[in-house]
Nanobody
């Protein structure tokens, strides 16, 4: 069983940056594809970014392309989402997720989820 814990959310002004972290306990991120998703009030959970299990491939939703970067540090079993040039429309609860051996942007295919961290961007 993999337990994921997100951190790093907060209240920031438009144009600022934040770095979210996702730690894993119970198992390493080795051989796991990882993703970040977000859910704004009244909206469905939305794909944000994904990183393949081997770290070679990434994918982003168009709205964050060029502003957000997903990465993984196998040494400390942590996945990061670096968010630059934040906009009010980025406001949401951000979740990290993991799935063994595949690279996907589909939430339903992810096996393990964190509890989420709130990101609020004001103008």
């Amino acid at each position: 069983q993999v337990q994921l814990v997100e951190s790093g959310g907060g209240l920031v002004q438009a144009g600022d940056s934040l770095a979210l972290s996702c730690g894993a306990s119970g198992r390493t991120f080795d051989n796991y594809g990882v993703g970040w998703f977000r859910q704004a009030p009244g909206k469905e959970r939305e794909f944000v970014a994904a990183l393949s299990w081997n770290g070679y491939s990434t994918r982003y939703v168009d709205s964050v392309q060029g502003r957000f970067t997903i990465s993984k540090n196998n040494a400390n079993d942590t996945v990061y989402l670096r968010m630059n040039s934040l906009k009010p429309e980025d406001t949401a609860v951000y979740y990290c997720a993991a799935v063994a051996g595949i690279f996907t942007t589909t939430p339903a295919r992810y096996t393990f989820w964190g509890q989420g961290t709130q990101v609020t961007v004001y103008s």
